[in-house]
């Protein structure tokens, strides 16, 4: 395992790791709020750069909507693992998918068919989310996995910002929502740290 807090030499690792440049699959995982999209949009970026074709499939689409969760779900109970599994797959074969669309504001689904996406003639495909790096069947097909760390005190500052301001709940509840995650969700995505080939430290 390999750590970097440098995004620089982060990519130039990418790089070196991703030789054959077809449909290579990059998988990122971390807690919430550790800002596995932004990583994700920045690693776009540079490799289009370098005219290297490159699309970002985020996870968070297949979250099981609030009243279809069992009471006390864990994190993995929260996201439809089977149909992340069928869909990146069809995906990889070349098909189209309707990834559902999930609104966190209201934590339930608002469509089960989404907008069209497909990799054809896509490079490299950057998967992301928090379990990213615990789904057995991805991390079969990942030719590189990243988990993405940043300090405790500051994810979650980041968490209780997110869930005030953009979800609107109130601060107590927001502290209660979090720390009770912290002893199940937050447990369980930093073991996935294990299954990473690089952490990237920030």
């Known amino acids: 395992m390999l750590y970097f807090n440098s ?27 550790t800002g596995k999209s932004y990583l994700s949009e920045t690693i776009k970026t540079s490799f289009i750069q370098r005219r290297i074709t490159c699309k970002i499939v985020n996870i968070d689409a297949w979250i099981v909507s609030l009243e279809k969760r069992k009471p006390g779900a864990t994190v993995m109970e929260r996201f439809d693992c ?12 070349g098909k189209t998918v309707y990834p559902p669309q999930y609104d966190y504001i209201s934590r339930k689904r608002i469509q089960e068919k989404g907008q069209p996406l497909q990799i054809v003639d896509t490079d490299i495909i950057i998967i992301e989310g928090v379990i990213a790096l615990s789904i057995k069947a991805l991390l079969e097909l990942a030719h590189l996995k990243i988990y993405l760390s940043i300090p405790d005190e500051t994810r979650i500052a980041r968490l209780i910002d997110f869930y005030v301001n953009s979800k609107s709940v109130n601060i107590e509840k927001a502290k209660h929502i979090i720390f009770t995650r912290e002893n199940e969700e937050v447990l369980f995505v930093k073991k996935s740290k294990a299954s990473a080939d690089i952490v990237y430290e920030q």
Not at 11 to 33: A, D, M, P, Y
Not at 82 to 93: E, G, N, T, Y
């Open 7 to 33: 995004y620089d030499k982060l990519f130039q690792q990418i790089l070196t790791k991703l030789s054959s440049i077809k449909k290579e699959v990059i998988l990122i995982g971390g807690c919430s709020r």
């Open 82 to 93: 089977d149909a992340i599994v069928k869909d990146i797959k069809a995906l990889l074969s």
